[in-house]
C-alpha cells in the first residue's frame, strides 16, 4: 500500500444519507515529519467533502507506536539494561 493510500470500504454502506460523519486520522513516526499531518489532514479534508462525508472529528499524532517500538526509545532502553545484562552473564 502506498504511502499516498486513503483506505475506504467500498462494501459498507457508507452514504452521506446513513452515515452520520466520518473521523479523519493522520500519523507520521518522527517529529521531523510534524508538518505531515496538516497536509494528511488536509488531503482527506478534501476527499471527505466530495464523498459529500460530513467531517465529525480529526486526529493526528506524531511518534506512533511503531515508531516507539522500533525506533530511538527502545534503543535507549536496551542501552541502558545492557549493563544489567552484562552483570548476569558473569
Given amino acids: 500500500m502506498g504511502s499516498r ?3 475506504v470500504d467500498i462494501d459498507a454502506n ?3 444519507s446513513v ?3 466520518v473521523g479523519l486520522y493522520a500519523s507520521v ?4 515529519q ?3 499531518p496538516e497536509r494528511q ?3 482527506l479534508s ?3 467533502a466530495k464523498a459529500s462525508h460530513r467531517v465529525m472529528r480529526v486526529e493526528s499524532e ?20 545492557a549493563p544489567e545484562a552484562a552483570a548476569t552473564d558473569d
Fill in 34 to 36: 510534524k508538518s505531515d
Fill in 46 to 48: 478534501e476527499w471527505s
Fill in 41 to 43: 489532514v488536509a488531503r
Fill in 29 to 32: 513516526s518522527t517529529y521531523d
Fill in 62 to 81: 506524531i511518534a506512533s507506536f511503531h515508531a516507539r517500538l522500533y525506533g530511538r526509545h527502545t534503543a535507549r532502553n536496551r542501552a541502558e539494561k
Fill in 14 to 16: 457508507t452514504s452521506p
Fill in 5 to 7: 493510500t486513503i483506505l
Fill in 19 to 21: 452515515m452520520a460523519g
